[in-house]
C-alpha cells in the first residue's frame, strides 16, 4: 500500500492552526470498522512518536491540539493551535497489511 | 517505565553479517508483536519486519527478504535482527518497536532510541 502525505514542507505560526494531508493506494478501511492509519511525530534528534491510531484516536498523552480525521483511502492530522514544541517531521502509516508502509513525511517548522 | 531498548549497531564491511538486539522492559513482552524500523540518514521511515507474539509469523520488507532474519527470545524479553549480505543501502539508524496492542499491530509504540549501522568498506 502507497502512501502519500502532503504538503511535504509546512512552515507554521504560533498559535495558527496546520493541517497535513495522507492519501492510501487502498482503503484502509478493516472489516471491523476501524481504518488502520497512524500518525507520528519525530521531532529533532528523537525517535518518533505515536500520535494517532485508528485514524481518530489520540495515543496517550496527546494533547487534545492534535486531531485526526478520515475514512478510506483519505486522512488529515490538524492542529487546531501550534506550539513551538510540535516542530517535526510528522509521518502517517498504515497498519492494515504488511508490508506496514509510512508516508514520506511532513516537516513542520516555525 | 515501558520501553524498548536497542543495541548491536556499528560499522561494518559489505557482504559482512551484523546482528541487532532488542531489549523490552516493564510489559508482557510475550504477549505483543514486535518490529524493526530503519531510517537512512536524511531519510524516512522504512519498514523492515515484524515478528508475532510468539515468534511463529514473521514478515519481511522486500527490500531485505532472504538476507534478514527477526526473532526473539520471550524467556529473555529479547528480540534480534540478523542481517547477512549487507550492503552500503542499508546503512540507516534501526529502532524497534513494540505492537500497541496484542492481537494484530494496530500502530508501533513505543519506539526505542535507535542504533546506527553503517555499512561502509
Known amino acids: 500500500i502507497v502512501m502519500t502525505q502532503s504538503p511535504l514542507s509546512l512552515p507554521v505560526t504560533p498559535g495558527e492552526p496546520a493541517s497535513i494531508s495522507c492519501r492510501s493506494s487502498?482503503?484502509?478501511?478493516?472489516?471491523?470498522?476501524?481504518?488502520?492509519l497512524n500518525w507520528y511525530l519525530q521531532k529533532p534528534g528523537q525517535s518518533p512518536q505515536l500520535l494517532i491510531y485508528?485514524?481518530?484516536n489520540r495515543a496517550s498523552g496527546v494533547p487534545d491540539r492534535f486531531s485526526g480525521s478520515g475514512s478510506g483511502t483519505h486522512f488529515t492530522l490538524k492542529i487546531s493551535r501550534v506550539e513551538a514544541g510540535d516542530v517535526g517531521v510528522y509521518y502517517c502509516?498504515?497498519?492494515?497489511?504488511?508490508?506496514?508502509?509510512f508516508g514520506g513525511g511532513t516537516k513542520v517548522d516555525i | 517505565q515501558l520501553q524498548v531498548v536497542e543495541s548491536g549497531g556499528g560499522v561494518v564491511r559489505p557482504g559482512r553479517s551484523l546482528t541487532l538486539s532488542c531489549a523490552a522492559s516493564?510489559?508482557?513482552?510475550?504477549?505483543?508483536?514486535m518490529h524493526w524500523i530503519r531510517q537512512a540518514p536524511g531519510r524516512g521511515l522504512e519498514w523492515v519486519a515484524g515478528?508475532?507474539?510468539?515468534?511463529?509469523?514473521?514478515d519481511y520488507a522486500d527490500s531485505v527478504k532472504g538476507r534478514f532474519l527477526i526473532s526473539r527470545d520471550n524467556s529473555k524479553n529479547k528480540m534480534f535482527l540478523q542481517m547477512n549480505g549487507l550492503r552500503p543501502d542499508d546503512t540507516a539508524v534501526y529502532y524497534c518497536?513494540?505492537?500497541?496492542?496484542?492481537?494484530?499491530?494496530?500502530?508501533?509504540?513505543?519506539w526505542g532510541q535507535g542504533t546506527l549501522v553503517t555499512v561502509s568498506s
Open positions: 518497536a513494540k505492537a500497541m496492542t496484542t492481537v494484530t499491530t494496530v500502530a508501533l509504540d513505543p
Open positions: 516493564e510489559f508482557n513482552f510475550k504477549s505483543y508483536g
Open positions: 515478528v508475532s507474539y510468539d515468534g511463529g509469523t514473521k
Open positions: 487502498q482503503s484502509l478501511l478493516h472489516n471491523n470498522g476501524q481504518n488502520y
Open positions: 485508528f485514524g481518530s
Open positions: 502509516m498504515q497498519a492494515l497489511q504488511t508490508p506496514l508502509t
